[in-house]
């Protein structure tokens, strides 16, 4: 099935380390601070809700999910946050940037055997200093050949990707963990996509549909790769 396959890429965030639970926590300790203002389970939504309108103009990363905590706590306190607590929410996205590397399990083993076969990309979303300081303190930085962080995982952004590494669409395969951004996109564009599932995720990154392709592959951790590739 991979026969044609020159160039592997991997997804960074809860596919080489952990990264959503942070976000969760940073969430409740959010809702906590507003607890006076909102109920927990409003909180998160109005907060979703903002962190999607914002997207478009502030991207992926921590420093526009603490922009976006700071313009909820503004909407949902109607303007009476004091100054305190909006210190606190600044504070929880610095905690956020300074959380140390946890690697998913068996993904250097993994990555340390097929740099010996493929060519390694990382292949990200989110903010292009954040993902280069978790790549740094990771110690995965050797393994990979070419670093992408993307401001989006659209079709035409992989299209600019196999463009950019000179490689046609059947010689690349996608693994990460978002059906959303790292299988479906990559599938319509004709390469190949492996789906390693983490265990929290991202509203926004929710697919209901289950896949179905030829070129598809679902794997319960990173070391089933190595029986795969």
């Not at 991997?10 to 409740?28: I, M, Q």
Request: hydrophobic content about 40%; overall charge negative.
């Amino acid at each position: 099935m991979y026969r044609n396959i020159k160039v592997i890429a991997f997804d960074a965030d809860d596919t080489l380390w952990v990264n959503e639970p942070f976000f969760r926590d940073a969430e409740n300790e959010f809702c906590k601070l507003l607890k006076n203002y909102i109920s927990k389970e409003d909180c998160k939504q109005l907060l979703f809700e903002v962190e999607i309108k914002n997207l478009p103009l502030y991207g992926y990363g921590i420093k526009p999910f603490t922009l976006s905590l700071i313009e909820a706590a503004i909407a949902l306190s109607k303007n009476r946050i004091p100054l305190e607590t909006v210190s606190k929410i600044i504070e929880l996205g610095k905690e956020m940037l300074s959380k140390p590397i946890k690697l998913i399990d068996g993904i250097e083993e993994t990555l340390i055997k097929l740099s010996s076969k493929y060519r390694l990309v990382m292949a990200t979303k989110g903010d292009l200093l954040d993902q280069e300081r978790k790549l740094k303190k990771s110690g995965l930085e050797n393994y990979f050949h070419h670093i992408e962080v993307m401001s989006d995982k659209q079709p035409d952004n992989y299209q600019k990707l196999l463009q950019h590494l000179d490689i046609t669409s059947n010689q690349f395969l996608m693994i990460g963990n978002s059906l959303k951004s790292d299988v479906l996109p990559v599938l319509e564009i004709g390469a190949y996509a492996i789906h390693i599932p983490f265990h929290i995720t991202w509203e926004h990154e929710m697919v209901t549909k289950k896949v179905s392709h030829h070129q598809f592959n679902k794997i319960a951790s990173a070391s089933e790769l190595l029986e795969l590739l």
